[in-house]
């Protein structure tokens, strides 16, 4: 697929993510939904509450992103049989949902390493491109995610390394939680796995930083330079504070409340 359709499109979902995934009540979500069930707020495959989920208790609502599983599924997948008109296509049609979200996301992160990674290392991106995309072509047949995902990882990390270079800093998996970040050079930094909840990040120049899986929800990010951070992902945007100034990658949106 295009990388513009890594990108949920909920008008050509039948709001998979709002029926597959389970949730827990916490700050992000105001009760608890197993997985499988519909939310209480979903009618006609639309949300009763989408003018106002922060406020209604479901901030965790506003920064998902499937990556464009959710019309795969429904639209190529499924040809457009909704699991309402077709209640035996439940189960496998959100098992199905739950595995392409993953490849979807994998997609992205190998799209996001071809535009910044040096071309000796396109061939293998591709070709983790191509079979992540044979395996998404399967995902009905439930394939083993996992697996790909562990040999695409040494890739993704080889590409993140020959890019800030060997002795850029590591912070990998460092708790971050509440830390001022300011003042330093943080440019080419491994923020991996990093916790970053509610960080300050303000007018940082992010440039080449490493942030997969980097938990950046209520970061504050106002005037920082992302604009060639690695591997961002939207739902980490979102999850985040921003302004005006801050300065975002061209693949992703500036998050409406910002
Ligand atoms: S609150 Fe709305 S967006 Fe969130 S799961 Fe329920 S129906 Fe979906």
Same mark, same amino acid.
């Given at each position: 697929?295009?990388?513009?359709?890594?990108?949920?499109?909920?008008?050509?979902?039948?709001?998979?993510?709002?029926?597959?995934?389970?949730?827990?009540?916490?700050?992000?979500?105001?009760?608890?939904?197993?997985?499988?069930i !519909?939310?209480?707020?979903?009618?006609?495959?639309?949300?009763?509450?989408?003018?106002?989920?922060?406020?209604?208790?479901?901030?965790?609502c506003?920064? *998902?992103?499937?990556?464009?599983?959710?019309?795969?599924?429904?639209?190529?997948? *499924?040809?457009?049989?909704?699991?309402?008109?077709?209640?035996?296509?439940?189960?496998?049609?959100?098992?199905?949902?739950?595995?392409?979200?993953?490849?979807?996301?994998?997609?992205? *992160?190998?799209?996001?390493?071809?535009?910044?990674?040096?071309?000796?290392?396109?061939?293998?991106?591709?070709?983790?491109?191509?079979?992540?995309?044979?395996?998404?072509?399967?995902?009905?047949r439930?394939p083993d995610?996992?697996?790909?995902?562990?040999?695409?990882?040494?890739?993704?990390?080889?590409?993140?390394?020959?890019?800030?270079?060997?002795?850029?800093?590591?912070?990998?998996?460092?708790?971050?939680?509440?830390?001022?970040?300011?003042?330093?050079?943080? =440019?080419?930094?491994?923020?991996?796995?990093?916790?970053?909840?509610? =960080?300050?990040?303000?007018?940082?120049?992010?440039?080449?930083?490493?942030?997969?899986?980097?938990?950046?929800?209520?970061?504050?990010?106002?005037?920082?330079?992302?604009?060639?951070?690695?591997?961002?992902?939207? !739902?980490?945007?979102?999850?985040?504070?921003g302004?005006?100034?801050?300065?975002? !990658? =061209?693949?992703?949106?500036?998050?409406?409340?910002?």
């Amino acid at each position: 697929v295009a990388t513009t359709e890594l990108r949920a499109d909920c008008a050509n979902c039948f709001a998979l993510c709002c029926v597959a995934l389970p949730f827990e009540r916490s700050a992000d979500f105001a009760f608890d939904k197993p997985a499988n069930i !519909p939310c209480r707020h979903l009618r006609d495959f639309r949300c009763t509450i989408h003018d106002h989920l922060p406020d209604a208790g479901f901030r965790g609502c506003t920064t *998902y992103d499937c990556f464009g599983a959710g019309q795969r599924v429904a639209q190529q997948v *499924y040809v457009g049989r909704d699991w309402r008109a077709h209640p035996d296509l439940r189960t496998p049609m959100f098992a199905t949902f739950t595995v392409m979200r993953q490849l979807h996301e994998l997609l992205w *992160y190998l799209h996001d390493a071809l535009r910044w990674a040096p071309d000796d290392l396109h061939p293998r991106l591709r070709d983790a491109v191509e079979r992540t995309e044979e395996l998404a072509t399967q995902a009905d047949r439930l394939p083993d995610v996992a697996d790909h995902r562990t040999r695409v990882a040494p890739l993704l990390r080889a590409a993140s390394r020959v890019v800030r270079g060997d002795d850029a800093p590591d912070r990998s998996g460092a708790d971050l939680a509440g830390a001022d970040l300011r003042g330093t050079q943080h =440019a080419d930094t491994d923020f991996r796995n990093a916790c970053l909840i509610a =960080a300050d990040l303000r007018g940082i120049d992010l440039t080449r930083v490493d942030l997969l899986g980097a938990d950046l929800r209520d970061a504050d990010l106002r005037g920082a330079d992302l604009r060639e951070t690695l591997f961002l992902t939207q !739902p980490q945007l979102s999850s985040a504070r921003g302004d005006a100034a801050t300065r975002i !990658p =061209a693949n992703l949106d500036r998050p409406a409340v910002w």
